[in-house]
């Protein structure tokens, strides 16, 4: 488990992580939302161990991770550019990574440098972008650690690429419990991996949630009352995030189970009444701007 506490860093005057708190539970995939600048890779990084916090705490599994070989033996940190040796070639990398990480699956590795067509002779110098980043996400998977922390992992990586990346993630999860830290400013790219977000913005988290606790306590329903009057009863008996309407057409965004929120039209004559699944975007507009934030500016552009 990682446990993140009351952790703040600036740099030349300008807070780049402000008081932020979060436990990172084991065995799931943990997505780290924001924009560019929000602080997501300062988090990492202090995380890895890179950057010493100013304030506050970051312990993996109840070793404080700055300074400490231990704590960072259990993890690996794939940069959103990273870092190889000045003309190497990915199987120069692997002998390095062995040295540092016992646990290194130098089989698999290569099972998958072959899967993904990159050749491990060649000079990493030579690779494209695309290419160096699943070179990098291999190295990090394969590295045997217990933690994996991304950043923007997804980012230059071609549809089929961050399909197949996700399935080794799934795998990797199954057989030996590795837990992945993937920060992203993309909701989408990480809705069908994550099981549990945190979205930050300018420094601070603003929202940590399960996924599934999420989507289940938030609908969407659509309804058109036989009586229009009645809609004032149904809204009383809903806790109403957002309404809007075209014509007849009543589309209310509500916090609930999806039988609490259809209890509230017991009772009254509808002509049509459905509930929808929200995407995590839908999700997460719905849930900031009820505590003053436009996430559609934030993450959406």
Not at 204 to 223: M, P, R, T
């Amino acid at each position: 488990m990682i446990e993140i506490s009351h952790v703040s860093k600036q740099f030349s005057g300008y807070k780049a992580v402000d008081d932020v708190s979060v436990n990172i539970q084991e065995n799931q995939v943990f997505g780290l939302i924001g924009t560019n600048g929000a602080g997501k890779s300062t988090l990492l990084r202090m995380m890895s161990g890179v950057y010493q916090p100013d304030a506050g705490s970051i312990t993996i599994d109840g070793d404080e991770v700055y300074r400490n070989v231990k704590a960072k033996s259990r993890l690996f940190f794939i940069a959103d550019e990273p870092y190889f040796f000045e003309n190497g070639t990915p199987a120069e990398m692997v002998r390095y990574y062995q040295s540092v990480y016992p646990e290194f699956r130098t089989e698999k590795f290569y099972s998958q440098m072959k899967n993904f067509g990159l050749d491990a002779d060649r000079k990493i110098k030579t690779f494209s972008k695309g290419m160096k980043k699943q070179l990098a996400v291999l190295l990090g998977i394969y590295s045997g650690t217990k933690y994996v922390f991304c950043d923007e992992t997804f980012d230059g990586l071609d549809p089929v690429m961050r399909q197949g990346v996700k399935s080794i993630f799934a795998s990797e999860m199954d057989e030996r419990g590795m837990t992945p830290v993937i920060a992203s400013h993309n909701l989408r790219e990480l809705e069908d991996i994550c099981d549990h977000v945190g979205l930050i913005h300018k420094g601070g988290v603003l929202l940590s949630k399960d996924i599934e606790e999420l989507k289940c306590n938030i609908q969407k329903i659509q309804c058109v009352f036989a009586n229009p009057d009645d809609c004032d009863k149904a809204v009383s008996k809903l806790k109403v995030l957002k309404q809007e309407t075209r014509g007849s057409l009543y589309t209310l965004t509500v916090r609930g189970t999806r039988e609490e929120a259809l209890a509230a039209f017991d009772g009254i004559s509808m002509t049509f009444v459905e509930t929808l699944g929200l995407s995590l975007e839908e999700i997460f507009i719905s849930e900031t701007e009820v505590v003053g934030y436009d996430i559609k500016k934030l993450i959406l552009g």
